[in-house]
């Protein structure tokens, strides 16, 4: 069975836990799921066997601690410990689809607004001008940039598990849009800020949609493929 | 960590590996037949990591299968590795025990 058809399982399933239970169940499966580089089909796998064994020793009126001891924290880390890592070719293929996708959006949103503004408002130019050498500067920051986005959300997300007290929901949402803008800052601030070197390049705005749409079909294909999302 | 979560924990994968070789079982299956068998002071949930360390070490393997009534569940069963895995445990369990049993005792009778 696909990781994918588990977690689809597991979700229907979870309905099934007391509100108490399903609190701390999905606590915990947020701790879990949260580490990237860990098994993907072996972490589904696992977690469903908690969420049955909790379903069964709830039939039978005992609790959670009961089953999974007194700190769910601990007991988790135990459990990610055992884990077995993802596949290299596995992570590769996520990785590459992560990128392509981010790739796509950028570029075609660039594209088309560009297109657009220079169409209707007489505002920049049909022709984007760049540097060879600073263009591909400044996509690899925005990747790195991406990555740490990604690690700093993941790190968000593990601290607000397991919490002995509610934390407002106004303070979590300025929490996370402080992230976003500074990453969204910085993504920008590396555009406006790159000096230029190597040759400069003129070519018209629409090929960045060309691009785009080309990136989203490959990733779309691959995903299909190896149902990397879904 | 403690000398006697480390016995217990070497005991446990030996019990784990044995129950499994009787019949496939899944996780819960086996955590009710530990306690059966009087293993009640281990936490039902122990048993997960330690399933997942001997998947590690390919003792034995898991298969999503239907089981009679409700969803499908994760049966293990042994590999060859674990067979002999499971062999070498009952060997060095019983050099081990009756040494230590004498041991206790005579340690008891002086006490």
């Known amino acids: 069975m696909n990781s994918k058809d588990i977690i689809k399982m597991n979700n229907d399933l979870r309905e099934e836990l007391s509100e108490e239970n399903k609190k701390i169940y999905e606590d915990m499966l947020v701790y879990i799921r949260l580490n990237a580089n860990k098994s993907e089909q072996q972490t589904e796998e696992v977690l469903l066997e908690l969420l049955e064994h909790l379903l069964q020793a709830q039939s039978e009126g005992k609790t959670a601690k009961d089953v999974f001891g007194d700190d769910f924290k601990v007991y988790c880390d135990e459990l990610i410990e055992e884990i077995p890592g993802e596949k290299k070719s596995q992570a590769l293929l996520f990785g590459s689809y992560i990128i392509m996708h981010y790739l796509a959006i950028l570029s075609t949103f660039y594209g088309a607004s560009s297109f657009l503004l220079h169409q209707f408002f007489d505002i920049g130019s049909i022709e984007f001008t760049f540097s060879l050498g600073s263009g591909a500067a400044i996509i690899l920051i925005d990747l790195i940039l991406l990555y740490f986005f990604i690690k700093v959300v993941f790190r968000w997300m593990k601290g607000s598990t397991f919490r002995e007290k509610e934390i407002k929901k106004w303070v979590e949402f300025l929490q996370i849009w402080l992230i976003c803008v500074v990453f969204i800052g910085l993504s920008l601030a590396v555009t406006i800020f790159m000096p230029d070197f190597g040759g400069p390049i003129s070519i018209p705005v629409l090929t960045f949609v060309g691009v785009g749409i080309i990136l989203f079909i490959v990733s779309f294909v691959l995903n299909k493929k190896y149902r990397i999302t879904k | ?111």
Request: glycine share 10%.
């Open chain 2, 1 to 111: 960590m403690s000398l006697r979560s480390q016995l217990l924990k070497g005991v446990l994968e030996g019990c784990i590996l044995s129950i499994i070789h009787q019949q496939p079982t899944y996780g819960y299956e086996l955590s009710v037949k530990l306690q059966e068998y009087g293993l009640a002071d281990v936490s039902e949930g122990s048993i997960y990591p330690i399933l997942l360390r001997l998947q590690k070490e390919t003792l034995i393997q898991g298969t999503m299968q239907k089981s009679d009534f409700g969803p499908k569940r994760k049966y293990y069963h042994l590999t060859e590795e674990g067979e002999k895995a499971l062999k070498e445990f009952i060997y060095h369990w019983e050099n081990i025990k009756l040494p230590v049993d004498n041991i206790i005792q005579k340690g008891g009778e002086n006490s």
